[in-house]
């Protein structure tokens, strides 16, 4: 069993409220200064950078994991992960079709950028990523589920967004196995106000949109990674999200 140091909640150029510079091969750079082992790139409501990010992050040694931080029909954020980038990718298509589609202001909310794997641009998002889905939070682990992912209530303990801000309380929705802190000096008071959550495995990541953001190695998983490969890893990963197996 080794310890694999992760952040799983990253923002690209992509997303609106991102910084320019956070592209892939910046963002993997930061991730070996910073002592992580697995990111996972999480913009908002699209998955159309996590190519260049899958080959930035394995230039630079990280494991990379695709990823989308929806938002639902309540207005609240979940971590989605894909065990493949094909996966993440028939999710962002589908998505793509069941989400409220204003034009982009560039001026306000910046040009929502699409890289290739040398951080170069060769596209833009014209639709602008920060309005919601569909898809109530009741509806989305199902959904994820059948791309070959898992999903849990982002930032439970921030108010812009969070699900027990937004409803409350922290519900019980069949399919959801964790939940993830910003701060995890929250979790005792948390646990004592929203008793459910104990029974969650917390995951605490940055939620980063600039460079300066990503965190230091701190949260880990301990994962058995013999033989190694790279694929192992993200597979007991997703074992481990799923609640498959201990960690």
């Not at 204003?102 to 602008?128: H, K």
């Amino acid at each position: 069993m080794n310890r694999y140091y992760y952040d799983f909640h990253i923002h690209s150029c992509l997303s609106p409220c991102a910084e320019n510079d956070m592209t892939p091969n910046n963002i993997a750079g930061v991730g070996v200064l910073t002592g992580l082992n697995v990111m996972a790139l999480t913009d908002h409501n699209s998955c159309k950078n996590c190519p260049a990010f899958f080959t930035a992050a394995k230039r630079n040694g990280i494991i990379p994991i695709a990823g989308m931080e929806l938002t639902t029909a309540e207005d609240i954020h979940v971590v989605c992960l894909f065990q493949t980038l094909d996966g993440a990718m028939a999710f962002d298509s589908f998505v793509d079709d069941h989400r409220m589609k204003l034009p982009n202001n560039v001026a306000v909310f910046g040009e929502q950028l699409i890289l290739d794997g040398d951080d170069e641009v060769i596209g833009t998002e014209p639709w602008y990523l920060h309005p919601a889905s569909e898809f109530s939070i009741e509806e989305v682990p199902a959904l994820v589920q059948n791309y070959g992912g898992v999903c849990y209530p982002a930032h439970v303990d921030r108010e812009a967004n969070g699900v027990i801000a937004t409803l409350g309380d922290f519900p019980d929705i069949r399919g959801v196995r964790c939940a993830e802190f910003y701060q995890k000096e929250k979790k005792n008071e948390y646990f004592e106000r929203y008793p459910l959550l104990k029974e969650k495995r917390i995951l605490v990541s940055s939620d980063a949109h600039n460079l300066w953001s990503i965190r230091e190695k701190d949260a880990f998983l301990e994962i058995d990674d013999q033989p190694y490969s790279g694929d192992k890893v993200r597979a007991e990963i997703f074992r481990i999200l799923r609640g498959e197996c201990p960690a």
